[in-house]
């Protein structure tokens, strides 16, 4: 059973601070990503990494940044919290192939930048 | 670019009553579709998927879901909701490319009344 794990499920910074968001995966995926949820927004894909080292921007990814290190290990970083960046991070990983692309979800980090 | 409108913001049902979801896509290639449902809190659990073949699929939870590529949907249905089916429901739609890379709607966000 895949399993992907937030290390948060609330997180309150302050603006200005550094703020780490870890994810791990226990079932060896290649794709790695990270989305923000928004009310009415649905989900936005802030960066996502297909291999250890690689990263690629996705729809919105200023204000961010990414690290992977290990392949079941990806970091979302915010440089600079900013109290715009208050969302839900959701994190997710897949299969790098065409039949099983679908994505396994961690619970969500919900933060808030005060 | 793909894209997946979910038009439906907010439906309300009755329990036992049956329920459509409407997601429409655009993509020029075949896509590969799928529906999550995120309950309060909580991350997103894949319902269904398309890849090919039979074009209605069957899910968990009693959902269902049928594809025509004439009309670029792909809908959720279920027959008889459950007041446990109050959720946020997803489409998505991704590529054989970059496998795992998904575009998501919206969402619709489900009530049941009892």
């Known amino acids: 059973d895949v399993k992907v794990t937030q290390s948060s499920r609330y997180l309150v910074k302050r603006t200005g601070e550094k703020v780490f968001l870890e994810c791990v995966q226990d079932?060896?995926?290649?794709?790695m990503f990270w989305y923000r949820q928004d009310p009415g927004l649905g989900l936005r894909l802030i960066y996502f990494?297909?291999?250890?080292?690689?990263?690629e921007k996705g729809d919105i990814p200023e204000g961010y940044s990414v690290s992977r290190e290990k392949k079941e290990r990806f970091s979302l970083i915010l440089e600079s919290a900013s109290t715009n960046q208050t969302s839900m991070y959701l994190c997710?990983?897949?299969?790098?192939?065409?039949?099983?692309?679908?994505?396994?979800f961690g619970q969500g980090t919900r933060l808030t930048v005060v | 670019a793909q894209s997946v409108t979910q038009p439906d913001i907010h439906i309300t049902v009755s329990e036992g009553a049956s329920l459509e979801l409407r997601c429409n896509y655009s993509?020029?290639?075949?896509?590969?579709l799928f529906w999550y449902v995120q309950s309060p809190g909580q991350g997103l659990q894949l319902l269904l998927k398309?890849?090919?073949?039979?074009?209605l699929v069957q899910g968990i939870k009693g959902f269902e879901a049928e594809f025509k590529r004439s009309q670029s949907s792909f809908n959720l249905r279920k027959p008889s909701v459950h007041w446990s089916d109050a959720a946020e429901y997803f489409c998505?739609?991704?590529?054989?490319?970059?496998?795992?890379?998904?575009?998501f709607g919206d969402g619709t966000t489900l009530t049941v009344k009892p």
């Open positions: 079932m060896d995926h290649e794709n």
């Open positions: 398309y890849f090919s073949g039979d074009t």
């Open positions: 997710a990983s897949s299969l790098y192939g065409t039949e099983n692309t679908e994505a396994f």
């Open positions: 990494s297909y291999d250890v080292k690689m990263k």
């Open positions: 993509y020029g290639a075949t896509p590969y």
């Open positions: 998505a739609v991704t590529t054989n490319t970059n496998a795992g890379k998904s575009t």
